[in-house]
């Protein structure tokens, strides 16, 4: 195939999960719930966790910027997907999927560093309890999320931009539902090489790092927890851990499940539903692990949604007085 220029592609073309008109209706369901529920899920914990001030705490204001971190991921990829089944439009502009590329390597290389960042807080809070309120101030937590939130922008910005230098070849179709970096560069008819080793280095410098650092601090809490004399205390404090744990390995299972279904599957089908695994289903299951697993969660999800109804029944009931205004309005006598 001859290569054309990249200012000559004006869009890719999305195939999707399936091609059966049966599976594609009931995958649209699907996935309209479980952005639904992400959405939705993510959002009370990020209300439930400004609401109440018990959790104004270093932990939880890395949760909550976990759960917007997961609402903006699913929102970059799945409504897309959903346009496209209900059109029967598989097409998206190129600038649409070069947007796509870099939206999910900045969310995916954040919610990275915020994992490592909640490690770490644990680390703090069990190892050097008394030392805890010092380290882990305001300021150290601002700045964290912030210096991960623009390292993140840029190794996103630095991908999008090396694969304006390709060229594409006349067969555009990503096997895929969103725009994933590694299935662009297969469409490239030029050198990419230098992409190629560009996501080696992101990996090792943005992955490998935080990840060393969840290990480094567990090992630590390891070792202060089975100093504790009493098995209960063991339990006890190792429990504050048992969130945060489930959502990393769920996190880097997923992407390992997705780096050995590419390494030992040729069909690209296959390797977008592994896919799947770590773009949709951790940003789902993140709100239920930290509210089944963790009291002050629950109680705190209890009021607001207490707050909630609260709320919709006086609007119900204003608007049933309202209408019942309006009724002796019209009919005076």
Not at 56 to 64: I, Q
Not at 158 to 170: A, D, E, I, P
Not at 280 to 286: D, L
């Amino acid at each position: 195939m001859l290569p054309r220029n990249q200012t000559d592609v004006s869009e890719f073309l999305l195939l999707g999960l399936t091609d059966d008109p049966e599976l594609q209706s009931l995958l649209f369901h699907l996935f309209l719930s479980i952005y639904l529920v992400t959405v939705l899920g993510n959002l009370l914990i990020t209300l439930a966790v400004i609401s109440d001030s018990h959790l104004h705490t270093p932990m939880y204001f890395f949760l909550s910027n976990l759960s917007f971190t997961d609402i903006c991921m699913s929102t970059v990829t799945i409504p897309k997907m959903l346009v496209n089944i209900q059109t029967q439009n598989q097409s998206i502009p190129f600038i649409g999927c070069l947007a796509q590329i870099g939206l999910v390597l900045v969310w995916g290389i954040f919610e990275n560093f915020l994992l490592a960042a909640m490690a770490y807080d644990r680390y703090v809070a069990i190892c050097h309890p008394l030392r805890y309120t010092v380290i882990m101030n305001v300021h150290l937590c601002v700045l964290l999320t912030v210096l991960s939130l623009f390292l993140s922008t840029m190794a996103a910005l630095l991908h999008s931009l090396m694969v304006l230098r390709l060229s594409f070849c006349k067969d555009l179709e990503i096997p895929h539902f969103f725009c994933e970096l590694a299935q662009v560069l297969k469409l490239a008819c030029s050198d990419t090489l230098i992409n190629n080793l560009l996501i080696y280095f992101v990996i090792s410098l943005f992955v490998g790092i935080p990840l060393c650092g969840i290990i480094f601090s567990y090992s630590q809490i390891v070792s202060c927890v089975l100093r504790i004399p009493s098995a209960g205390g063991k339990l006890k404090v190792f429990s504050t851990c048992g969130s945060h744990l489930s959502v990393v390995s769920l996190f880097y299972g997923t992407g390992l499940g997705v780096y050995i279904s590419f390494a030992i599957s040729d069909s690209s089908r296959k390797t977008a539903v592994a896919s799947m695994m770590y773009a949709v289903f951790p940003q789902m299951m993140n709100p239920f692990i930290y509210s089944l697993r963790n009291r002050d969660m629950k109680r705190a999800l209890m009021k607001l949604t207490g707050r909630i109804r609260s709320f919709l029944i006086l609007c119900h009931l204003l608007m049933a007085r309202v209408s019942r205004m309006r009724e002796s309005a019209r009919n005076p006598g």
